[in-house]
């Protein structure tokens, strides 16, 4: 298994160009299965999880064909509309297939994902979903099986703030008979982006980034063409690198206004911060404070930067508190980079990050999951020696060639083939 050497001490200075966001690309494809025909999308990042997408599009009968950041997406009715357990187990997203094939074709059978590194993570908010829309549904043999003649509109509203959830709900309620008014929906960006292809293909919906968001079912979508939404993830992640580096770093082609809780929060701890109209500047710092973060669902500050932060705040002058409000069991980074030196005490869901500047030393790491990787990239990057982050593929699944982007700022770093 591939694992990245970093070597740590290098100030991080220069622009880098943000790819388009993952979490925004994989509900986005699943929604071509409302529509036969030919959907093109731009800016789609070369990730593991877009190409185990494509893969399960290509066995519901989709051809997929990439060129350059494009990629086209052929579909056609699937011979049976399955998502099997070989390939939703690669990646949970792939549970975002059961509303489209199940508003589409009247019937689905999609694997449950089973557990994840980060939590229990169940689906039962997106199977309660279907269900309220009208379909019948039976788990059996580890496969949700669902089934409707026609998915009829409802008032429904969400126990907890889903990401996939609402995703879910809206590609299934878009052919759904009738209105659908969804409460408490996510207002992530990358819900936003999939309601703009959706309505692209013919969808009517309102409200998209509020907590109520009402779609009015229609008879039939068609194919058009969209340009998936930046990945704010990773513009955090580039930001944060300049940061913990002490480096000048001009992340480009990303939507600030999607980052604010983390422009607010590196304001805080001292760092100054421009914002361009498509770019965001993190300017050099000699220290920063630590600050306190709760993550919760947007535009509060998001989970998904949580364990970079941590990283960041390792180097703070001062304490920090950090609160993981989404998962249950986010802080397998933790003990990593106590291994790296860090001064951390986790408790359940808070970890008390002391910080230690400049006390941090290489080590061989092991990455646990996909924001856990990238927390220990940017740990090395600070850290005085060699860092080896082994199992690197968990970052192959979420960022687009990080090493390069970093190498481009004038780290020291690389990948190392098993
Ligand atoms: C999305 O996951 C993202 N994944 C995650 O990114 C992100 O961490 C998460 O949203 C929160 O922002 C994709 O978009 C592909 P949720 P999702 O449903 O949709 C609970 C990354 O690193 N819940 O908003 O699965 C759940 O356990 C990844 O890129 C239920 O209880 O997250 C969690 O506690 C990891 N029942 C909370 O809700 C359900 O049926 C929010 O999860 C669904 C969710």
């Not at 199992?391 to 687009?400: F, Q």
Request: charged fraction near 20%; charge should be negative.
């Amino acid at each position: 298994m591939d694992s990245i050497v970093v070597t740590g001490g290098r100030t991080l200075n220069g622009t880098v160009q943000v790819s388009g966001s993952k979490n925004a690309a994989l509900p986005v494809l699943f929604a071509s299965l409302l529509a036969d025909g030919e959907h093109r999308f731009d800016n789609v990042p070369r990730l593991r999880d877009i190409d185990s997408t494509e893969e399960l599009l290509r066995s519901l009968n989709c051809s997929t064909e990439r060129d350059g950041n494009t990629l086209t997406v052929g579909v056609r009715r699937p011979d049976a509309p399955v998502a099997p357990y070989d390939l939703v187990r690669k990646m949970r997203a792939s549970i975002l297939c059961l509303g489209p094939l199940l508003t589409r074709y009247g019937e689905a059978r999609v694997s449950l994902p089973g557990g994840c590194a980060i939590g229990t993570r169940p689906v039962d908010l997106h199977v309660e979903t279907m269900q309220r829309l009208g379909a019948d549904i039976d788990i059996e043999g580890g496969y949700v099986i669902a089934k409707a003649s026609r998915l009829v509109g409802e008032r429904i509203t969400f126990e907890k703030v889903t990401v996939g959830g609402t995703e879910n709900a809206l590609m299934a309620a878009v052919l759904a008979q009738g209105t659908t008014v969804l409460e408490n929906a996510a207002k992530e960006p990358e819900v936003v982006d999939l309601v703009h292809y959706l309505r692209a293909m013919g969808a009517s919906i309102d409200g998209e980034g509020t907590s109520v968001i009402t779609i009015d079912g229609v008879d039939e979508l068609r194919p058009n063409r969209h340009r998936i939404v930046p990945d704010r993830i990773e513009a955090g992640t580039l930001l944060i690198a300049g940061a913990i580096t002490g480096g000048n770093v001009t992340v480009e082609g990303c939507v600030p206004v999607h980052l604010q809780a983390l422009i607010d929060k590196l304001r805080e701890c001292g760092f100054s911060i421009r914002t361009g109209s498509e770019s965001l500047t993190v300017e050099a710092a000699a220290s920063w404070q630590g600050a306190d973060v709760t993550t919760a669902p947007y535009p509060a500050f998001p989970t998904d930067l949580q364990a970079q932060f941590m990283a960041l705040m390792t180097q703070a002058d001062g304490t920090s508190v950090i609160t993981e409000g989404i998962f249950e069991n986010r802080f397998m980074h933790v003990q990593e980079l106590v291994r790296l030196g860090a001064n951390i005490t986790p408790m359940a869901q808070v970890a008390v990050v002391r910080g230690n500047r400049g006390e941090l030393s290489g080590a061989a790491v092991m990455a646990t999951d996909l924001r856990a990787s990238a927390s220990l990239v940017l740990a090395g990057l600070a850290a005085e020696g060699e860092t080896q982050v082994n199992r690197i593929y968990h970052l192959d699944r979420g960022y687009e060639q990080l090493e390069r982007k970093l190498a481009g700022l004038g780290a020291k770093i690389r990948r190392v083939a098993a």
